[in-house]
């Protein structure tokens, strides 16, 4: 049996500071991938692993960040919270995550239990629930004495650090392609109607329409993903209405059924019809046609999002910051 080894007799028998092995270990960004290498591959002879108990207990810092999350089935957050933990691994912290349900006292007992020492500072989208009710106090009570960031979803009750994307330019970027290259008639399909941001989407996509009379537009919303199939296959081979030339999706489940629905017909895509929605960037690539996408920048949000939290806990200054990433329509086989 190997005897165990301490952080300082590795530090020792690679002659460097007992500092630099803990960075190290915790992969730093100040430290030389030669030199990660030569400290891991010493821990993991001798079965080293930090003790991070003792390091919080001598730092006062447990170098966790909780994340709260409401859906792990969504994409989107999904990416956000991979690259809010790689992030995080790389500035010496880990995370604890903690999903929803988009259930608000799901959100309330995370939340309890991460201000309750566990973590140093929290990032999280609230859940659905929580807008449905109004009910914010629960989230006010903890930024009172931890750092928070908000993601995503933002409310003018949640005045805190917060990173978004720019939603509304979003479909509005989305409805301009669509009349620069030519659409008459956009059909609007959406399966979050219900979200808050299913309505935010929604109300833009109106919005455009209204103020542009060179252009029409029509919305099919439904919770169920058979009926929305259904109703989309029925309007975009109606010869009696007017003729659909472009589909807007609000969401992925929408956009991929959409999708699903114009190979069905004849309809060939750009000649007769266009799509662009959102989609998961992987399984974009593996797919024929390739979907014409809004791309979101998840990972930017998950970056941006742990380098908030950490400032704010460096800096104690009350400045809040809302970062707003740029989104952008990526042209692939389904549009011009």
């Known amino acids: 049996m190997k005897k165990k080894i301490t952080i300082k007799e590795i530090a020792k028998i690679l002659m460097v500071s007992v500092s630099t092995v803990s960075k190290a270990m915790n992969d730093s960004p100040e430290i030389s991938e030669k030199t990660k290498k030569k400290v891991k591959e010493l821990a ?38 991979k690259n809010i933990e790689i992030t995080a691994k790389t500035k010496g912290y880990r995370i604890i995550t903690f999903f929803t349900g988009e259930k608000s006292k799901e959100e309330k007992e995370s939340l309890k239990i991460l201000a309750n020492g566990m973590a140093e500072g929290i990032i999280m989208c609230p859940s ?36 978004s994307v720019d939603d509304d330019q979003s479909i509005l970027k989305a409805c301009a392609h669509f009349q620069e290259t030519q659409a008459k008639n956009i059909l609007f399909v959406s399966s979050i109607g219900w979200l808050s ?15 542009h009379t060179n252009i029409d537009g029509e919305v099919i919303e439904e919770h169920e993903m058979d009926d929305l199939r259904k109703k989309i296959e029925e309007r975009i081979t109606n010869k009696e209405l007017p003729k659909i030339d472009a589909i807007l999706g609000a969401d992925i489940e929408s956009t991929l059924i959409a999708n699903a629905a114009i190979s069905k017909t004849s309809l060939k895509y750009i000649d007769e019809i266009s799509l662009i929605g959102y989609v998961n960037k992987r399984h974009n690539e593996l797919q024929y046609p390739q979907i014409s996408y809004i791309n979101q920048f998840p990972e930017k949000v998950g970056e941006k999002a742990v380098e908030l939290l950490i400032n704010s806990l460096k800096d104690d200054s009350s400045k809040i910051k809302k970062e707003v990433i740029k989104t952008e329509i990526v042209v692939k086989d389904t549009s011009k």
């Not at 709260?68 to 994409?75: A, G, H, K, L, V």
């Not at 009570?141 to 933002?154: G, K, M, P, W, Y």
């Not at 941001?197 to 103020?211: A, D, M, P, Q, Y």
């Open 128 to 163: 659905e629930e929580t807008f449905v009710l109004k009910e914010f106090e629960h989230i006010k009570n903890i930024a009172e004495t931890t750092s928070l960031v908000t993601f995503d979803r933002l409310h003018e009750e949640l005045n805190y650090n917060s990173v």
């Open 197 to 211: 941001v299913g309505k935010t989407r929604r109300k833009t996509f109106n919005s455009f329409i209204e103020n």
């Open 44 to 81: 993991k002879f001798y079965g080293y692993t930090p003790n991070h108990i003792a390091v919080s207990l001598k730092n006062q810092s447990t170098f966790n960040i909780g994340v709260i999350i409401p859906d792990i089935q969504n994409s989107f957050l999904a990416e956000v919270l």
